[in-house]
């Protein structure tokens, strides 16, 4: 089979849909080297994204991604090479060009919570997703929560729709020795035992949830830091205007372009992450965290309870003292802490690319 795999995306956004991308590729090529694939980056990348490997060629299309028309321009393009099979990660299949057609759909956020996307994002999804999902001919979702949106709410047939963890990059479960891990911290000017955030600065992630709850921390006398790391997105002005009401300026910091080994190194030296978000499809950080011995707090909302399972608490979104509660255990009990970590490296190794990789496969050549 010739099977086509869109991998347009990394170009224009390097967010948690191309990393899925990125690490699917490797592990297919371990598994598979029956298939022929033909992987399609965009024609302004430079870089090689293909495995290299006797099986998998290159291409480049012209056809911008989230572009009104792509549906129809990314068709015309990828007919040229005659895949059998076609696989858009980021869940817009082509009106045609494979026999078969198979989608990555990673959440329905937009769905659930429309007040929290730009309206540009709001109408986008809107008029995409219906018709992706109905055209498509097999669907891979995430997380079991996003199947069962996909069924209940845009009422896609369950044989349709397969539930495919993702897993976390390998990174997060290299060893890292303690010389390069301080000079991380030195760094940000950073002393291990911080409380950690990681995410983009947006609503959806309910960021002021944690900054009332580390406030009655602070007023209790859990004189920790809270680091925030993640780009600011829609409406991140509101986080910082809460910050300085609460008095909170000089005790939170806001890190941004730290990836890789350098938040490996800072998920080893956090006391805990906290991750209070309305929605997540799948959520990384937390499987990240897991991976490198850091405690997680969690909401109790879309996928978060199948990725954390019993390795950490799962809140409500609004109760403020529940998180200040919990993160005051984690910090002030050593004994509750090293129980939690040790669930936590249990739970992350659940998530694995090679699994990951032979079931997406398998709805390839079904």
């Known amino acids: 089979m010739r099977i086509g795999i869109d991998l347009r995306l990394p170009y224009y956004q390097m967010g948690g849909i191309s990393q899925y991308a990125l690490h699917l590729l ?10 022929d694939y033909v992987i399609v980056q965009s024609r302004k990348e430079v870089r090689p994204l293909a495995p290299q490997q006797d099986n998998f060629v290159q291409k480049a299309a012209w056809t911008p991604c989230h572009h009104r028309w792509e549906r129809y321009a990314l068709a015309a393009e990828i007919a040229q090479w005659r895949v059998d099979v076609w696989h858009s990660p980021d869940f817009i299949p082509p009106a045609w060009g494979a026999r078969r057609r ?24 809107n008029d995409q997703i219906a018709w992706a999902v109905q055209t498509a001919d097999v669907i891979a979702a995430d997380s079991e929560h996003t199947r069962q949106d996909l069924i209940t709410r845009l009422g896609v047939a369950a044989d349709k729709v397969k539930t495919i963890y993702l897993a976390a990059n390998p990174i997060y479960s290299r060893p890292y020795s303690d010389d390069d891990i301080e000079q991380t911290l030195a760094k940000h000017r950073l002393e291990a035992g911080y409380i950690l955030f990681v995410g983009t600065i947006e609503p959806r992630k309910n960021i002021p949830t944690l900054l009332h709850a580390y406030h009655q921390l602070r007023q209790k006398g859990v004189r920790v830091p809270l680091v925030l790391v993640g780009r600011k997105g829609w409406l991140a002005d509101d986080v910082f205007t809460l910050i300085k009401t609460l008095g909170l300026t000089d005790h939170v910091r ?43 707090v969690t909401s109790n909302r879309g996928s978060l309870p199948e990725i954390v399972g019993d390795a950490g608490p799962l809140l409500d979104v609004h109760d403020d003292d529940a998180w200040a509660a919990a993160l005051e255990q984690i910090i002030t009990e050593p004994t509750r802490r090293d129980k939690m970590i ?25």
């Open 26 to 35: 490797p592990a297919l090529a371990a598994i598979d080297p029956d298939n």
């Open 342 to 366: 040790g669930r936590g490296y249990t739970q992350a190794k659940r998530f694995n690319w090679h699994n990951t990789a032979v079931q997406t496969r398998a709805l390839y050549v079904a």
């Open 102 to 125: 198979v989608i990555t759909v990673h959440d329905l956020n937009f769905l659930h919570y429309p007040q929290f996307l730009t309206a540009e994002s709001r109408r986008y999804y």
């Open 254 to 296: 806001h890190l941004t372009g730290v990836f890789d080994e350098a938040l490996a190194h800072l998920y080893h030296r956090a006391s805990v992450l906290a991750l209070p978000s309305h929605y997540e499809g799948f959520g990384l950080p937390p499987l990240e965290a897991m991976h490198c011995g850091c405690p997680v």
